[in-house]
């Protein structure tokens, strides 16, 4: 199994919408969980953190369950410039140091 | 401006050949730099950690011998794919962190590697 798992997609959907993405993650040692944006054959971008409190900036909004191991991204009002890949991204402490484990992305093409 | 430069972009080399990566932190220390590989479609895969002044921790199933990594000050991390193959063609990417946490990361450019 996947440390940590996403659906690929792709997610075609047209402008204005909204689209969730959803992830999850076996590791329990898990301390920090984020959303990075990356575009074809660039570097990733973090996008934003994620907490158990749920967070929001602007048309994205992310939520954390830590009981069901689960991270869910939200966007609203989707734009063109939304397409790209979303990854999923956990932070586990191992060590004495943390590494990041990447899901395998979703893909999300926003059309006009 | 980026916080952490990864050189070259992209690189051709020769099936046997050697290819040096650099990964170095501009303004800050790094502690600790990972390594990562990813190939088309699919996610990041952590190869290694890096960390100063010791040896690197690769993750399973990645070769040591072969992706020789060495970090000699807080600010470079170097990563050499020996005696290259065709399937060693990827996108090759680094992080560094400032934190134990890992709450502050900063990834390199990447690299594309072709080996012909």
């Known amino acids: 199994r996947k440390e940590v798992e996403q659906d690929p997609g792709p997610f075609n959907v047209p402008e204005g919408a909204t689209v969730a993405f959803n992830c999850t993650y076996s590791?329990?040692?898990?301390?920090?969980f984020f959303w990075y944006r990356q575009d074809c054959r660039k570097e990733p971008k973090l996008l934003m953190s994620?907490?158990?409190s749920g967070n929001e900036d602007g048309r994205f909004t992310a939520q954390l369950n830590r009981a069901s191991q689960y991270i869910s991204l939200l966007i609203r009002d989707s734009k063109l410039s939304d397409s790209a890949t979303y990854l999923c991204?956990?932070?586990?402490?191992?060590?004495?140091?943390?590494?990041?484990?990447f899901g395998q992305g979703t893909t999300l093409q926003v059309k006009p | 401006g980026a916080v952490v430069s990864q050189h070259p972009s992209r690189v051709i080399c020769k099936s046997g050949t050697s290819v040096k990566i650099e990964c170095r932190s501009l303004?800050?220390?790094?502690?600790?730099m990972f390594w990562y590989r990813q190939f088309p479609k699919q996610s990041l895969m952590l190869m290694a950690t890096?960390?100063?002044?010791?040896?690197?921790?690769?993750e399973q199933g990645v070769e040591k011998d072969k992706f020789l990594i060495n970090h000699a000050s807080l600010t470079l991390s170097t990563l050499t794919v020996t005696s290259a193959h065709p399937e060693d063609s990827s996108f090759y990417i680094c992080?560094?962190?400032?934190?134990?946490?890992?709450?502050?990361?900063?990834f390199g450019e990447g690299s594309w590697l072709t080996v012909v």
């Open positions: 992080s560094a962190t400032q934190g134990l946490t890992g709450n502050t990361i900063y």
């Open positions: 590791n329990s040692a898990s301390q920090s």
């Open positions: 994620v907490y158990s």
């Open positions: 991204v956990v932070n586990i402490l191992s060590s004495n140091t943390g590494k990041l484990i």
């Open positions: 303004d800050f220390q790094a502690t600790t």
């Open positions: 890096s960390n100063e002044g010791s040896k690197a921790t690769y």
